[in-house]
């Protein structure tokens, strides 16, 4: 497998590094097709491994339960983000233009790399905007906060928080906007695809630009 992208991701995530092993990797990639074609609801250990022809067993060595896997795919996803968001920027001195890429980032996170072969990051992201809220809607979210589960989507939050300070020292409400914005940005997609009244994106060719101009509008207009 060519162009293998490593990313370290909590070990509480999993029982065995699927990114240590080739039974390991495909089982990722694997997981996030199936959940791309039949939703996370009807998942299941037993198709994926049907799909792979391999074994449930096999698979339970690597992740504890589907909830788990769920949230480490997304977690990659933030990760993956994050990984972007660093390289784009590191050379960038000027602190609101950094915060412009990042906008586009987050705003053409719906598309495949492909520099990177081992993961659809297209599908990946279908999967975040339609499942990551099933990562922490959950009963023991607090529980898994406190393990840590959602620390990726924190380290990119908190990236983002140190370009907003940047710009405007004074603003009281970092932290509420940038998870505003990085919300939005994956909301206001699946809005236009589903729910078209609920926003003024219009799903298609334009609508990166349509929600990039929304997000940028709004970041700058509120750090004025």
């Keep these: 497998m060519h162009n293998i992208l490593r990313i370290d991701l909590n070990e509480k995530l999993y029982l065995r ?25 009807q998942f299941t250990f037993k198709k994926l491994a049907q799909r792979m022809e391999s074994t449930e067993a096999s698979l339970y060595r690597y992740f504890e339960n589907k909830h788990k896997l769920l949230v480490y795919l997304v977690s990659w996803h933030w990760a993956w983000l994050r990984y972007q968001i660093r390289f784009h920027t590191h050379n960038v001195p000027d602190a609101r233009e950094r915060l412009r890429l990042i906008l586009g980032i987050l705003t053409r996170a719906h598309q495949d790399d492909p520099v990177t072969t081992q993961l659809d990051e297209a599908a990946l992201y279908r999967i975040v905007v339609h499942e990551a809220s099933k990562s922490y809607l959950t009963r023991d979210v607090d529980g898994d906060n406190r393990e840590g589960l959602f620390r990726e989507y924190k380290q990119l939050a908190a990236g983002i928080v140190t370009v907003v300070q940047e710009i405007n020292p004074a603003y009281p409400y970092p932290h509420a906007l940038v998870s505003t914005l990085l919300e939005s940005a994956r909301k206001q997609l699946f809005f236009a695809q589903h729910l078209p009244s609920l926003t003024d994106a219009i799903t298609g060719d334009g609508v990166e630009n349509t929600l990039q101009a929304f997000l940028t509008q709004v970041a700058f207009a509120t750090l004025a």
């Design 17 to 41: 590094d699927p990114q240590g092993t080739d039974l390991g990797r495909r089982l990722v990639a694997e997981s996030v097709l199936l959940i791309d074609k039949i939703g996370f609801e």
